[in-house]
């Protein structure tokens, strides 16, 4: 006789082969694990704590030479590392170690490039007296630099920030010869008229000089409400400025492109270290 029990059968019984439903994942935050991945697998940096750097490169990046000539210098011996002479090849530069080239201390510290999709209502300061909230909390945990933004974005603007301490490059950016192009998504309180735009291509006289607007075109299925300009002006709220001196009043203003970056897979509010190649794009453009 079997001993066996029989299953029990009724309503509320589930076969062993019945599918399971699925977990429902929030897509928000699908987005941010999967924008986080993307950071990763892009991100060019070494990691802090193990930040040795070859001796050649260290006197390079310094800006004392190439690392050719670097590999000379060391031979030579005209190199030091805490006090020692190196003439070996390959030599490595851990942190805190005092780098001396001709007698003279080298500080080289590594270039940072970090790109943020500023959120509204943070004003583009290293500090601030009143305390209201500033850009540098946001990227303060981008790397262990001092990193400074290229130019400005105000309190109401959204979008496009770059970090660095590379000064060369950002004098570059700024640089009234060689200021960067910039193209910014703005929405306005009424209708525009397509005269307007032709003025600004045209140049537009405020209190501090004229200034031309590259492209100022309709943002298609806006009904006239919203424009994409591009410039290359680094002045003081130039776009609100403009728009203000031909009657409209700025309700949104999102930088969207600067000097070639652009925001793609880059969600409000988040940062990211710029890649090997858009530095490279950078310093070439």
């Known amino acids: ?10 309503k509320n019984t589930k076969s062993a082969n019945t599918p399971q439903p699925k977990k429902k994942i929030n ?22 704590d193990t930040d040795e750097v070859r001796l050649n490169k260290y006197l390079s990046n310094a800006g004392i030479c190439s690392r050719r000539e670097a590999d000379v210098f060391i031979q030579t011996g005209v190199v030091t590392v805490n006090g020692n002479v190196i003439t070996e090849m390959g030599y490595k530069v851990k942190p805190g170690d005092v780098v001396r080239y001709d007698g003279q201390t080298i500080n080289a510290e590594t270039k940072r490039y970090v790109l943020l999709n500023k959120p509204k209502g943070f004003i583009t300061t290293m500090d601030d007296p009143q305390g209201r909230k500033t850009v540098m909390t946001i990227v303060k945990k981008a790397c262990k630099e001092r990193i400074y933004p290229v130019g400005r974005l105000d309190k109401e603007t959204t979008g496009l920030l770059l970090f660095t301490n590379d000064g060369d490059l950002a004098k570059k950016l700024t ?6 192009s910039k193209i910014y998504h703005v929405e306005l309180d009424k209708r525009v ?5 032709e003025k600004m291509k045209a140049g537009i006289l405020l209190e501090d000089g004229t200034t031309v607007y590259d492209k100022a075109e309709f943002v298609k299925g ?3 409400f919203e424009v994409g300009v591009e410039l290359h002006s680094g002045k003081n709220r130039i776009v609100r400025r403009t728009f203000e001196s031909l009657g409209y009043k700025v309700l949104k203003l999102d930088r969207v492109m600067f000097a070639g970056l652009t925001k793609k897979d880059l969600p409000r509010g988040m940062y990211r270290h710029l890649t090997e190649q858009e530095v490279a794009f950078l310093k070439m453009s």
Request: net charge positive; no cysteine.
């Open 1 to 10: 006789m079997n001993s066996r029990k029989k299953p029990t059968q009724g």
């Open 27 to 48: 897509k928000a935050k699908a987005k941010y694990i999967d924008h986080k991945d993307r950071l990763k697998k892009g991100d060019p940096l070494p990691k802090f």
């Open 175 to 180: 640089h009234p010869r060689h200021k960067a």
């Open 193 to 197: 008229d397509p005269l307007d735009l």
């Open 222 to 224: 806006s009904d006239g």
